[in-house]
């Protein structure tokens, strides 16, 4: 027995991390199906590692995250190699332990994402200030026009280039400095305490053909910026994958954390973001008005600078469309895998819930729950 160890002990090794992986993702999967069990971890274990690993990975310059999968890249290559030229000559026990040392990398990291965040994707809703009471068909208007106006007021406290695209106001350190100042308005209790640095991403070319505007990866606690997105849409980003590293990882939730934070925020570059990117939400509120012009109304009224920025987007993502579908089936596979049913799906608003009968709102989607939350605590006579 002791000459079999000792002859097989690298296999004997790797096939003990491969089990290893194994169970700590088994495990990792029935513990998420307790929504009491993921949110006590999130709240007493999972957001010290992030506040641990944050801590130490803003003071690092660049992604680690890119860094890292750079390097697993080359030794996975390598290991190949080896194993070719092992197999060539004729050394299989040589050969075979290279190969298997491949997925052994690959469920190792798996089983660390697993134990980072896993149980974070079935917390408990994320606490926003939103609005789930009825509300009156008549201030449908009064509520829209309320956010277009001060749509329209950030665009008209932003600078935009002759194609449309709006000129960058801050650099992302200093953005950095600007959402760290806006998520201590949220409450500590549920989020982790202490906000990272996100970072600008050095393959941002090849993410943009992916149409990703931000990477979160768990293990390192390191929220990363496609730099290459456009400058409307960065704050909005930004503040999206700070969520995640602050234990939000459902992606709507994130994108709830990101829509409140910029919408409320005093800096109207940023309120630009939040709109450009969530403004048709509310707008749509307008559908279910009795009055049938009152859509097309009131979407006339956003600033012409708005609508050109608006197709500056589309057009500028259209462009960029090498891998965006790969992209996005491999994301939503990974989505699925965390428990997300609707995998990409997540990312968007839920749907507006209507009575059959009577053709009237009966729930808000949870996007424009944010922004009459908003508008009733500026009109509390209402």
Known sequence: MKNFIKKYSLILFESAL??????????????????????????????????????????????????????????????????????????????????????????????????????????????????NGEVDEEKYEDIIQYFLDDFNYCSSQVTYRDNYEIKELYSLSKLNKIMQKEYKRLNDEYFAPFTSNAKPMMSSFIYREMWITGVYFAPFGESNINVLSTKSEIPYTLVHELAHSKGIMRENDANLVATYLTLTSDNPYIRYSGYINTFSYVLNIAHYSDDAAL????????????????????????????????????????????????????????????????????????????????????????
């Open 18 to 131: 491969i089990l290893l992986s194994v169970v700590v993702i088994v495990i990792f999967q029935i513990l998420k199906g307790n929504k009491n069990i993921c949110e006590w971890y999130s709240r007493n274990i999972g957001r010290w590692i992030q506040t641990i690993n944050g801590a130490i990975v803003k003071y690092i310059p660049f992604s680690i995250m890119e860094t890292f999968f750079i390097l697993l890249f080359i030794l996975v290559i390598t290991l190949l190699v080896v194993s070719i030229i092992e197999l060539v000559h004729k050394r299989i026990y040589n050969s075979f332990s290279s190969i298997i040392m491949i997925p052994t990398l690959v469920l190792l990291v798996i089983a660390n994402y697993n134990a980072y965040c896993t149980l974070q994707y079935n917390r408990k809703p994320v606490p926003l200030e939103s609005y």
């Open 295 to 382: 859509y097309n109304s009131l979407l006339n009224k956003v600033d012409n600078n708005i609508r050109k920025n608006w197709g500056y987007i589309s057009k500028y993502w259209n462009s960029h469309n090498l891998a965006n579908r790969i992209a996005d089936w491999w994301n939503s596979l990974y989505l699925k895998s965390q428990g997300t049913e609707n995998g990409t799906d997540d990312y968007d608003d839920t749907p507006v819930i209507v009575d059959p009968d009577t053709h009237k709102v009966v729930t808000f989607s949870n996007f424009q729950k944010i922004y009459l939350g908003i508008y009733f605590a500026n009109h509390p006579e209402s």
